[in-house]
């Protein structure tokens, strides 16, 4: 049976901004049809739409011709919308069974059998005993799918699925829902990421800034095409040079062991590695894979053995972030608004976060607010933060022009060594590529980088050597052209 | 059509627009429930807030309640700046007192100018003691420094009424529960005959510059509003966020237990059970009205001292409860939060059409 689903004219305003703007599109089933867009473009907004989460200002949905009422997220499920979130909404602590049950009335015997029949047709292998938490992303995502299949729907919502999935994951998740398609479910897949649509869908709907910009077949289009639609201008891409390679050592992690007492936290065991002068090094990773913690001992904010890391010949494991600075290292941490800035306070106050003690930002335990407000004068004019006022509170600034404000704040003591876990999170495709221009040039100038990402795309465009971070372990250094996504996919997944 | 726009940002003026609007919606309800009660209420009004500081005595004991509030609030204004929510000062305010009371007995019937100083410096070491158990408590712990704070309140007050019915009661004071009376070189000297106003004032002055001083002039100021902000910012910034917080609590405490030496070596002279009208707790409102700025609070303390005073006019001579006077204080707050909306949204008339 073909199920056909119908937006038509749907608006949706929120204080300060339009998020939908008269949408009207149509999806038939048989098809995988990608919205694509920015953050912020509205695509999460007429998703929550069709789920019943939001309710539109204007506008109506149809299916199969009925005019849908979706006052709740309960009516979408009634009319057989199913939605896999991008945030996992599952009970860690219960079991994968349990969690399958929880919204349903019918026995638990049949349940069971329903599920090993979706499990057995999909070629799922889960336990159904085992509580949540031991799964992987993966798993957990499949739960979330079947939990959505036990109620045959007719149309399947996926909200960026992949941000957590592996290489591997990901290509399994593509063939199921290839499958799902050919048995007339209908499929609508919410994404930023360019080359899954290309992969993946076989129309494509390009939101931005709360408008529709086009519908389109995949085939007719190319990822630069895609990727001009949604941001909306030429972009040139990128390529980094290949870095002259220097055998001058900046800096070497020899036995570098992190025990926490935090159980949520990863231990880190035997971390070795170095870097030369004018090199990006680039660590790869699974999110929650000890990056975080990696981080954090690099920056000083956890206090290692002194001789665990050696910058500039000098033992500075046991120093503070702020002693640290003084030996020309930077850091940008992966919170933008919780840790890397303070979003209540103005951006002059945020630049003077990383204070050292040439920057005379304080003199005798007093603030030199004229030095600071010209440092933050010159930031946000040598890096494009796109204000002029400096006592603007850095809440008010997007995403990618914080980020430049913080990666800017970084560079005015133009450290040897930049540390950064995951600088382009969450911004938009031009914001990333002026991060990464900066990033380039950065080792142009004979400085080195210490790029933590989960972002595999961007690892392999930056980095001269990668290794993978797993369970708190390093994999062996590899040189990035030795390397293809698929690798480093398969060393996420923790094997060798 | 009434619409509501959310602001880019804040504007400078509506943020000391607010509280002014606030007091203004204060009295125009004010004036409407003395109209429900039956009285006239621009003749009520006029009661509450002019008649009771239209003379002399009337304007020093305007000051009198001032001074309490206004040097509490500048210390909660450390903490509350710095995202610490300590609620607990009427304890802090109780403890001090407790102290420099203590300390003040001690030199009974004795006289020295060194006396007066040592007992002040009790009272502030005394708050600051007590603020630290939820500051170490929060620090160390993660326990919620809202709940902790104001319990200790009733524990400081039950101390405080144990100390004079039991130990500090005065042993020819027929058992009426009050200490001995200090020496006059424990007590803050007055400022002019016939008046009650005090040398505490100057305290209270002091603690503003200060306070204006430190918290928008020094590295130690901004280390403290960061790391109330984020502990994790605070951490990789490379400051000791722990100690920022237990610092704050410490101010906001020596300056509670300085506002109970005044109440007790002022007028009074002795340690008795009903130190404070709930000081501690009102000058919370005072923080916030006077948007935890020194000099809006040097403002914000003086209209909700009026409150006070008014409160007891209204009772002598309208028979009205001087409970009104907490009626008063809170609808100060209720329309200083909801008038906050503002400071986000503002308001747009446009035209019926489309």
Known sequence: MNTNLKISNVTKIYPGCVANDNISLEFNSGKIYALLGENGAGKSTLVKILSGVIIPDEGKIYLNENNLKLNSPLDAKKNEIGMVFQHFNLFETLSVFENLIIDSDEQRESVREKIDAIMKKYNFSIDLDIPVLNLSAGQKQKVEIIRCLLRSPKVLIMDEPTSVLTEQETSELFL?????????????????????VMRLCDEVAVMRRGKLVSVSEIKNENIESLANKMVGQNLKTIK???????????????????????????????????????????IAGISGNGQSELFQVLSGEIISEKNSIEFNNNYIGDLSPQERREYLMAFSPEDRLEQAAIPQMKIFENV????FKSSNFFNNGLINENKIKEHSKK??????????????????????????????????????????????????VGAINYIHETLIKINEQ????????????ELLKLSDKISVIHKGKLSKIMNSEEVTSEKLGILMGGAN | MIKIVKRDQPSRAIFFFTPVLAIFLTLVAGGLIFFILGFKPFEALKFFFIVPIADK????????????????????????????????????????????????????????????????????????????????????????????????????????????????????????????????????PLLFEGL??????????????????????????????????????????????????????????????????????????????????????????????????????????????????????????????????????????????ASDYLLFFKIKFIGLKK
Request: aromatic residues 12%; neutral net charge.
């Open chain 1, 352 to 355: 003077a976060l990383n204070n």
């Open chain 2, 196 to 337: 009650r106003i005090h040398a505490g004032i100057f305290l209270a002055l002091a603690a503003v510059v200060i306070s204006w001083f430190v918290f928008y002039k020094t590295y130690l100021g901004f280390q403290m509003k960061v790391s109330g902000f984020s502990l994790k910012t605070a951490k990789y910034a490379g400051y000791k966020g722990k100690k920022m917080i237990i610092l704050v609590f410490l101010i906001s405490g020596a300056c509670a237990g300085l506002a109970g030496v005044g109440e007790i070596t002022g007028p009074i002279g002795q340690l008795h059970r009903e130190i404070s009208p709930d000081y501690g707790f009102t000058a919370i409102i005072v923080a916030f009205l006077g948007r935890l700025h020194p000099v809006g609070i040097i403002f914000a303390s003086l209209v909700v001292a009026i409150t006070y005073l008014g409160a007891e006019t209204a009772q002598i001579f309208m028979q009205i409860p001087k409970y009104t006077g907490q009626v008063f204080q809170g609808m100060i707050l209720f329309f200083l939060l």
């Open chain 1, 446 to 457: 004979n400085k080195s980088i210490i790029l933590i990402s989960t972002d595999t795309d």
């Open chain 1, 176 to 196: 199921s829902l290839k499958k799902f398609s050919e048995e007339g479910i209908l499929i609508i897949y919410i994404t930023h990421k360019l080359k899954e």
């Open chain 1, 379 to 428: 930031i946000i004019s040598d890096f494009n933060v796109n204000t002029d006022n400096i006592e603007l509170k850095s809440q008010f600034l997007s995403g990618g022009n914080l980020q430049k404000l913080i990666i800017g704040r970084e560079l005015i003591t133009s450290p040897d060594l930049l540390i950064c876990f995951n600088p382009t999170w969450g911004l938009d």
């Open chain 1, 240 to 282: 980094k040079k290949k870095a002259k390679t220097s055998s001058d050592q900046l800096i070497k992690i020899t036995n570098l062991n992190f025990t926490s007492e935090d159980p949520f936290e990863t231990n880190l065991t035997e971390i070795n590695f170095s870097v030369n002068r004018g090199e990006c090094l680039g």
């Open chain 2, 57 to 188: 005595y009337g304007f020093s004991e305007l000051l009198l309640k001032a001074t309490p509030l206004c040097l509490i609030a500048i210390g909660l204004s450390f903490c509350f700046k710095s995202n610490n929510w300590n609620i607990g000062a009427e304890g802090q305010l109780t403890f001090g007192a407790i102290v420099s009371g203590g300390v003040a007995l001690l030199f009974y019937e004795q006289e020295g100018f060194y006396i007066l100083p040592t007992v002040i410096l009790a009272g502030a070491i005394g708050g600051m003691l007590y603020a630290s158990i939820p500051a170490i408590l929060k620090t160390y712990f993660n326990t919620n420094e809202i709940l902790v704070s104001l319990m200790l309140v009733y524990v400081s007050k039950l101390i405080l009424d144990y100390l004079v019915v039991g130990p500090w009661s005065n042993p020819e004071g027929f058992n009426f529960p009050e200490t001995r009376q200090f020496s006059d070189s424990a007590k803050l």
